[in-house]
């Protein structure tokens, strides 16, 4: 089963089976700084988690992609607004300008994350942000990832280790990797 499958099964009940912290979730926000007005890329969107909280900013658009059909077509059911445009897609294959872009959640499931924060970077406009980040720690992550065959292998590494590939191709002004939450941020 590969990934797009495994999502696909799972989309149904992801929202049950997945917690986000949403206390947590606007810290991260606050703490990469994210302003009002912006064009925003939301990589591996999953349901749409995401996007309530994106839309506080008064974003100009978002472009919430996912490999996931079936992710995407909950996340639209969420969702009227249209400031929001759900993709099927895989991002690798995803061309766009954005001033933000966030990987929340789903970092993990990129294998080669070199060509994925190039890939993202080479979105950004001058001055644009690339955030990954998770709601819980590194540790829980991957702990929850080793209890299923399909994911076993999709690790979140440390933090500095995401950074020095962000700093391959961007001003790295943030990171944690703490016991609450996993971000790094880079400036282009």
């Given at each position: 089963?590969?990934?797009?499958?495994f999502?696909?099964r799972?989309?149904p009940v992801?929202d049950?089976?997945t917690?986000?912290?949403?206390g947590?979730?606007?810290?991260?926000?606050?703490?990469i700084d994210?302003?009002?007005n912006?064009?925003?890329?939301d990589?591996g969107?999953?349901?749409?988690i995401?996007?309530?909280?994106?839309?506080?900013y008064n974003?100009n658009?978002?472009?919430?992609?996912d490999?996931?059909e079936?992710?995407?077509e909950?996340?639209?059911s969420?969702?009227?607004?249209?400031?929001?445009?759900f993709?099927?897609q895989?991002?690798m294959?995803?061309q766009?300008m954005y001033?933000?872009?966030?990987?929340?959640?789903?970092y993990?499931h990129f294998y080669?994350?070199d060509?994925?924060i190039?890939?993202?970077s080479?979105m950004l406009?001058?001055?644009g942000k690339?955030?990954?980040?998770?709601s819980d720690s590194?540790?829980k992550?991957?702990?929850?990832?080793s209890?299923h065959q399909?994911?076993?292998?999709?690790?979140l590494?440390?933090a500095?280790d995401?950074a020095?590939?962000f700093?391959?191709?961007?001003y790295?002004?943030?990171v944690?990797d703490?016991?609450?939450?996993y971000?790094?941020c880079?400036?282009?």
């Amino acid at each position: 089963m590969d990934q797009r499958e495994f999502f696909n099964r799972l989309a149904p009940v992801w929202d049950e089976i997945t917690k986000h912290d949403e206390g947590k979730i606007e810290k991260i926000l606050k703490l990469i700084d994210i302003k009002d007005n912006l064009n925003i890329l939301d990589v591996g969107c999953g349901t749409g988690i995401l996007e309530s909280f994106l839309l506080k900013y008064n974003p100009n658009s978002i472009t919430a992609v996912d490999i996931s059909e079936k992710m995407i077509e909950i996340a639209k059911s969420k969702y009227d607004n249209c400031k929001i445009n759900f993709i099927t897609q895989d991002i690798m294959e995803h061309q766009g300008m954005y001033d933000f872009i966030i990987v929340y959640s789903a970092y993990p499931h990129f294998y080669d994350k070199d060509a994925l924060i190039r890939h993202l970077s080479n979105m950004l406009t001058k001055g644009g942000k690339l955030v990954v980040a998770h709601s819980d720690s590194r540790e829980k992550i991957n702990k929850v990832h080793s209890r299923h065959q399909e994911v076993k292998d999709d690790r979140l590494p440390p933090a500095i280790d995401t950074a020095n590939i962000f700093s391959k191709y961007l001003y790295v002004n943030l990171v944690i990797d703490n016991d609450e939450m996993y971000v790094v941020c880079g400036i282009k």
